[in-house]
């Protein structure tokens, strides 16, 4: 008997930065008008999930890159962007009174 076993390649597991970036929609998080139309479970969801990226971003920034690199420049550009996300979501929170 003829070994008739389909060989399939290995699919590798996505980053966690990966599924970060996939989970978090930069256009909605700085869109007032989106955020205003979020329920609360999940703008706090955003909130945090804004926060922990930023940091994932700062720790990488401080451990793998020089400090005048472009990588280290794009990468402090992405950390603004995310703390400027937070503010917003931050001030739509405090619109709700629910922060």
Same mark, same amino acid.
């Given at each position: 008997?003829?070994?008739?076993?389909?060989?399939?390649?290995?699919?590798?597991?996505?980053?966690?930065?990966?599924?970060?970036?996939?989970?978090?929609?930069?256009?909605? =998080?700085?869109?007032?008008? !989106? +955020?205003?139309?979020?329920?609360?479970?999940? %703008? $706090? &969801?955003?909130?945090?999930?804004?926060?922990?990226?930023?940091?994932?971003?700062?720790?990488? =920034?401080?451990?793998?890159? !020089? +400090?005048?690199?472009?990588?280290?420049?794009? %990468? $402090? &550009?992405?950390?603004?962007?995310?703390?400027?996300?937070?503010?917003?979501?931050?001030?739509?929170?405090?619109?709700?009174?629910?922060?």
């Amino acid at each position: 008997m003829a070994d008739d076993r389909v060989i399939v390649p290995a699919q590798l597991q996505p980053t966690q930065i990966d599924i970060d970036q996939q989970l978090l929609r930069d256009e909605d =998080l700085l869109n007032e008008e !989106h +955020l205003r139309r979020m329920d609360q479970v999940l %703008l $706090r &969801r955003n909130l945090d999930h804004a926060r922990m990226f930023s940091r994932k971003l700062s720790l990488e =920034l401080q451990q793998f890159v !020089h +400090l005048y690199t472009p990588e280290a420049n794009e %990468l $402090r &550009r992405r950390i603004e962007k995310y703390m400027v996300m937070e503010r917003m979501i931050e001030r739509e929170m405090a619109r709700r009174h629910t922060y």
